[in-house]
């Protein structure tokens, strides 16, 4: 049989991953100190391997394809497909952003500023590269981890991921410039993605995730309306598509059924109430696929 080899990343990504499939339809189950967690796709092998890792793995055909950063792909500088960006981590959906940042009562002010100190970071390429784009001679190195708390006694700067900008504030940090914003990426191996079979199953999976991250900002609605206020029903409650309306027992009413962005929700459903809508009911979506 054949089988796609998929690299699910370790670390803060895991557990977001593991529902992210299960929401499209896929249970993966980790066990502990277990790097080859079991999915019920037999067609499918995963492994658990850091982020960081697997945009290489991928490229060197160790993975069919993989879920990494798109801040990885570019710190390993590899060769391989995007096929799908997943706006999801540990966190919200807001992408994540590597910045620059130094102490509060740092004299950096810019990027230019940083001429001649030393940076530590995890990303060293991108950061690298972001210097040179800057025409700025700096020094940069691999930071092994607890990067926030080196300014100002071991570096001057860092370079660091953030989502929520918290961990930099507690450690009296402020960002100087954003270097890039990194959202989750699904990459595949571009011989892996030249095999027909291969190249389906993977657009299949991408499919599917991309729709069950699309459900989770969407809501369905269902209600009954007197004909006579339909058109100013309509009118609120603009979803992906016209509602879909069908007619009742009672020849004067109809019932409308509808997609709607889930915080609308709340504005919408007061109004619905005042155009005379009754059996009002709103259920959420498992997929959502356009």
Excluded: H
């Excluded at 960081?52 to 055909?61: F, K, L, S, T």
């Excluded at 620059?100 to 950061?127: F, M, Q």
């Excluded at 004909?227 to 069908?246: A, C, D, H, I, Y």
């Amino acid at each position: 049989m054949d089988k796609l080899k998929f690299g699910i990343p370790d670390g803060s990504l895991k557990d977001a991953t593991v529902q992210l499939f299960k929401k499209a339809g896929y249970n993966i189950s980790i066990r502990e100190r277990n790097y080859f967690p079991s999915i019920d796709d037999p067609e499918i092998e995963c492994m658990l391997i850091r982020a960081q890792e697997i945009p290489r793995y991928v490229a060197e055909g160790v993975l069919d394809f993989g879920i990494s950063g798109k801040d990885w792909i570019n710190e390993n500088e590899v060769d391989v497909v995007e096929v799908a960006e997943l706006r999801y981590s540990k966190v919200s959906r807001s992408p994540m952003k590597l910045v620059i940042a130094v102490p509060n009562d740092s004299a950096i002010k810019t990027v230019k500023d940083l001429e001649g100190k030393r940076i530590a970071t995890e990303l060293v390429n991108v950061t690298k590269s972001y210097l040179k784009k800057n025409k700025v001679n700096a020094k940069v190195e691999f930071s092994w981890g607890s990067t926030e708390v080196k300014p100002p006694k071991l570096v001057d700067a860092i370079s660091e991921l953030t989502e929520t900008g918290n961990s930099l504030r507690a450690n009296n940090l402020r960002i100087i410039d954003t270097i890039m914003e990194s959202t989750t990426r699904m990459i595949v191996n571009k011989e892996s993605y030249k095999d027909k079979w291969k190249k389906q199953k993977i657009d299949d999976i991408a499919m599917l995730l991309q729709s069950a991250l699309a459900a989770e900002e969407m809501v369905g609605i269902k209600m009954n309306i007197q004909k006579e206020n339909l058109v100013n029903v309509v009118k609120l409650v603009k979803g992906m598509e016209s509602p879909t309306v069908s007619p009742l027992a009672e020849k004067d009413w109809v019932a409308i059924e509808v997609i709607v962005k889930e915080k609308i929700v709340r504005e919408i459903i007061p109004r619905l109430k005042q155009l005379g809508a009754k059996d009002i009911i709103e259920y959420p979506l498992n997929k959502v696929i356009k």
